[in-house]
């Protein structure tokens, strides 16, 4: 008997001014093409709802965006800080806690690797070429195609990125103008790249509990080595 596929829950992007919610398809194509069932979470306030969510997906995973609220690691804003979209962090953050305390699976792709770590108490850095002027700091945001992958990453390990991916160096695409700065209690770090950004993170008590800084959905069709990490998180749900 064909063995059902499982459901995952995509936490969409939230255009608040329009009142509606879109996802880029490359995501939920990284997830159906791994043999999951990816399924679009609506973006509402309803805790009861939410929580049945939570219920009925295996695994969870947390799309890209714009800018964490530096509220919800009890900072001001910096002149750094883009766009933000409180509402969207709230509810991906109350469904990461529970996904968490539920043991399912989470995947965290760029803002959603910053939403996994926040929501378990972590800070991030507002603007990393602001914030770091010490350091020789790459070009994070590429003007490059979204497929290219524009700066190496160096995989750490014993880490679950290193089972996914079999070797210490892989090239990644970037986009991002923020990053993690202290890891939450219980994370480690699994992936940076040459200038020390913090590119991965992993819950070590945790049987799939994983983000990247990168954007691995928009490499899948280029580079299908891209879509591992899709299939690590749908293997993890079975
Ligand atoms: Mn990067």
């Keep these: 008997m064909k063995r059902k596929k499982p459901l995952i829950g995509v936490l969409p992007f939230y255009e608040y001014q329009e009142n509606k919610t879109s ?11 791994s043999g999951g069932l990816a399924m679009i979470i609506p973006v509402i306030s309803d ?5 049945s969510y939570v219920d009925i997906c295996k695994g969870f ?24 979209c409180p509402f969207r962090d709230e509810i991906e ?8 305390e539920k043991n399912k699976s989470v995947f965290g792709i760029c803002r959603g690797m910053q939403v996994m770590n926040v929501a378990l108490g972590g800070t991030l850095y507002q603007d990393i070429y602001i914030q770091q002027t010490d350091k020789n700091i790459y070009k994070h ?14 995989i750490e390990k014993n880490s679950r990125l290193m089972q996914i991916f079999n070797k210490e160096r892989i090239m990644v695409n970037s986009f991002h103008h923020q990053s993690v700065k202290d ?4 994370y480690r770090v699994t992936a940076r790249a040459g200038d020390g950004t913090i590119e991965g993170i992993e819950y070590v008590e945790h049987p799939f509990f994983l ?26 749900c079975k």
């Design 93 to 100: 953050m109350y469904i990461a806690k529970k996904a968490f």
């Design 211 to 236: 983000g990247v800084q990168w954007h691995p959905e928009d490499m899948i069709y280029k580079y299908p080595e891209s879509l591992k990490l899709f299939k690590g998180l749908v293997d993890s």
């Design 47 to 51: 805790i009861s709802i939410l929580d």
């Design 61 to 84: 995973l947390i799309t890209g965006g714009l800018d964490v609220d530096p509220v919800f690691y009890n900072e001001p804003s910096l002149r750094g800080l883009g766009g933000v």
């Design 141 to 154: 945001t590429q003007d490059a195609p979204r497929w290219f992958p524009s700066h190496e990453v160096i």
């Design 183 to 186: 890891l939450a209690n219980g």
């Design 23 to 33: 996802v880029k398809m490359n995501y939920y194509d990284g997830i159906n093409i």
